[in-house]
C-alpha cells in the first residue's frame, strides 16, 4: 500500500498550489481521506477531509483554510488532491495525505508548502 504525495514548494503569500496523493494496494474508492499539515513548533492539524463516495462524498475543512482550500477525489485515479488558494505564511507546513479504509489508516510520506515573499 503506498500514498505518494506531490505539489508541494515555495509560493508567494496570496498565491496558489495544488498538492495531489496517489493511492495506490487498496480500495481507494472506499477510503475516507484526509489532508493534515503540521507547522514547525506546531501539533498535527486536519486541514481537510472528504468522505466517500458511498456517504455521500462529504467535506470537512478547517476553519482556518475554509473558503480558500477545496479537497476533492478522483476514484478513476486513485488520487485525492487540495486545491489551495489565497495562501499565507501560516499556512507554511508539512502537509500530510491519509486514507482511512476497512479500520486500518494510511499514511503518505508528505510534501513541503513554504508561504513566502
Known amino acids: 500500500l503506498q500514498l505518494v504525495e506531490s505539489g508541494g514548494g515555495l509560493v508567494q503569500p496570496g498565491g496558489s498550489l495544488r498538492l495531489s496523493c496517489a493511492a495506490s494496494?487498496?480500495?481507494?474508492?472506499?477510503?475516507?481521506m484526509r489532508w493534515y499539515r503540521r507547522a514547525p513548533g506546531k501539533e498535527r492539524e486536519l486541514v481537510a477531509s472528504l468522505t466517500n463516495t458511498n456517504t455521500g462524498g462529504s467535506t470537512y475543512y478547517a476553519d482556518s483554510v475554509k473558503g480558500r482550500f477545496t479537497i476533492s477525489r478522483d476514484n478513476s485515479k486513485n488520487t485525492v488532491c487540495l486545491q489551495m488558494s489565497s495562501l499565507k505564511p501560516e499556512d507554511t507546513a508539512v502537509y500530510y495525505c491519509k486514507a482511512s479504509s476497512f479500520g486500518l489508516d494510511y499514511w503518505g510520506q508528505g510534501t513541503q508548502v513554504t508561504v513566502s515573499s
Open positions: 494496494g487498496f480500495t481507494f474508492s472506499s477510503a475516507f
